[in-house]
T-cell receptor, first 113, second 114 residues
Framework: AQTVTQSQPEMSVQEAETVTLSCTYD???????LFWYKQPPSRQMILVIR??????QNATENRFSVNFQKAAKSFSLKISDSQLGDAAMYFC??????????FGTGTRLQVFP | DSGVTQTPKHLITATGQRVTLRCSPR?????VYWYQQSLDQGLQFLIQ???????AKGNILERFSAQQFPDLHSELNLSSLELGDSALYFC?????????????FGPGTRLTVL
């Protein structure tokens, strides 16, 4: 069965610093996608970044980047120059093409001024 | 704004009652997914519809059912409600494109069962 594990229930970072959130997954599929979603207090699910498993290059979106290690089944999210607005729950998700998403349990990120 | 709408935003009801949650996908999206998020938990997949047909089921209770209508909106029906059904229910839509599996989430319906 496919699973997603986020081993850090909570993380904190100081404004302008860098923080890395960890995620591991388990699958026997070769074709899949990985996502990081942000859930602020409003509870809206906001897509932060997406990685296609067939791409070796790590995805980057402005201050957000991932470290995708396919062999290790690891998919961490790095947030650079952290801002107060980055404070939220972050969920890692795995999904084969056209299929449901499997979510981790989330990491609550606090950002201190 | 993801383009996915859900109504109502909040719903408060009593145990034993029945409610219907509604979702309108993004224009052009044929696939609709329903997820449940209990307090401080991750999202759990309930059910998927594609162009009116059920495509996949997760750990959806027998008391729950869903359908997708010809105009592609979807409804999730929850019956014989229990306290443990209190949760945030999300709808997501996608094009069901085999190249990219990207789901766009609605704002959710918060259900409180008293």
């Amino acid at each position: 069965a496919q699973t997603v594990t986020q081993s850090q229930p909570e993380m904190s970072v100081q404004e302008a610093e860098t923080v890395t959130l960890s995620c591991t997954y388990d699958t026997s599929e070769s074709d899949y996608y990985l996502f990081w979603y942000k859930q602020p207090p409003s509870r809206q699910m906001i897509l932060v970044i997406r990685q296609e498993a067939y791409k070796q290059q790590n995805a980057t979106e402005n201050r957000f980047s991932v470290n995708f290690q396919k062999a290790a089944k690891s998919f961490s999210l790095k947030i650079s120059d952290s801002q107060l607005g980055d404070a939220a729950m972050y969920f890692c998700a795995y999904g084969p093409p056209t299929d449901k998403l499997i979510f981790g349990t989330g990491t609550r990120l606090q950002v201190f001024p | 704004d993801s383009g996915v709408t859900q109504t109502p935003k909040h719903l408060i009801t009593a145990t034993g009652q029945r409610v219907t949650l509604r979702c309108s996908p993004r224009s052009g999206d044929l696939s609709v997914y329903w997820y449940q998020q209990s307090l401080d938990q991750g999202l759990q997949f309930l059910i998927q519809y594609y162009n009116g047909e059920e495509r996949a089921k997760g750990n959806i209770l027998e008391r729950f059912s869903a359908q997708q209508f010809p105009d592609l909106h979807s409804e999730l029906n929850l019956s014989s409600l229990e306290l443990g059904d209190s949760a945030l229910y999300f709808c997501a839509s996608s094009e069901r494109d085999r190249v990219i599996n990207e789901q766009f989430f609605g704002p959710g319906t918060r259900l409180t069962v008293l």
